[in-house]
């Protein structure tokens, strides 16, 4: 590994088809352990922030957090992966500061223990979805809408190809495998201006967030046992939290909770 001052936020740019910016933070005490902490930011994009509300968590588990982040400008409809196969895609950029980091850390970014906030929990599980062997484990935590393992609706909203996204291939077995916690808040109930409410989202995930995470929990859970694959997959509501980041991180047990799931085979 490079001479990277430990115990400080450090952020990165890389450039490819567009700049591409992350953050990282070393912990001053590392385990032998290759515990890397994928954190994805929501649509305010406070990735930043992301890392400062987990330093206390890194340091007990000696992990590095890694935070990219996606630029309006540039990824737009990151949540999503990108607007078609051959636009800007978001999930190429993230392999991108994948690579950086194993260069420039000297880290083996897989196998990834993820964690994903609103438009980051969207992203996270599209991306679980096309590279189910990278991901170990993953927590969504309050998703505005939900890309179903449905093989007759069309991706997002399914797995379907459709003419911006042709040829898709999904290995649900591999994915139904990750182990996933969804968390939401017991106040997330309500229809603010960033979520989602087209006629089919509502109509198939429900109304707000905490049936939409219900919905696809149940989902989920189907497919893996017409698999016979036994999902390792839980819903848990957040007390007091409503859509607000800061509402989950004022919950005490919120971060530590986060990490005790994501290395909990690594203690």
């Known amino acids: 590994m490079n001479d990277i001052e430990p115990g400080k936020i450090h952020q990165r740019c890389i450039n490819g088809m567009s700049q591409m910016h992350y953050f990282v933070y070393l912990p001053q005490h590392r385990t032998e ?10 649509i305010s994009r406070n990735a930043e922030e992301h890392v400062e509300g987990f330093i206390a968590q890194a340091e007990k588990h000696g992990a590095i957090i890694l935070a990219p982040l996606f630029l309006k400008e540039d990824y737009p409809r990151y949540q999503q992966l990108g607007s078609s196969a051959n636009q800007q895609r ?12 194993h260069e420039w850390l000297g880290i083996s970014p897989a196998p990834m223990h993820m964690f994903g906030f609103s438009g980051g929990g969207q992203f996270l599980h599209r991306y679980a979805m096309f590279y189910p062997k990278r991901v170990a484990r ?4 309050a998703p505005g809408w939900y890309t179903f393992p449905d093989p007759e609706r069309k991706y997002p909203y399914g797995i379907k190809s459709t003419r911006e996204w042709p040829n898709l291939k999904f290995v649900l077995e591999n994915f139904l495998k990750i182990s996933t916690l969804i968390m939401v808040g017991e106040q997330d109930d309500l229809r603010d201006k960033e979520l989602n409410k087209t006629k089919e989202i509502d109509s198939f995930q429900g109304f707000n967030r905490i049936e939409r995470a219900e919905r696809w929990t149940t989902a989920v859970r189907a497919v893996g046992r017409s698999y016979d694959i036994p999902t390792n997959i839980r819903l848990e509501q957040v007390p007091n939290a409503s859509h607000a980041y800061e509402s989950y991180t004022a919950h005490p047990p919120f971060a530590e909770q986060i990490f005790d799931f994501l290395f909990e085979e690594l203690q």
């Open 33 to 42: 352990e290759n515990k890397i902490f994928y954190s994805i930011h929501g």
């Open 90 to 101: 978001a999930d190429m950029a993230f392999d991108h500061v994948l690579q950086d980091a």
């Open 138 to 141: 993953m927590v969504l935590a």
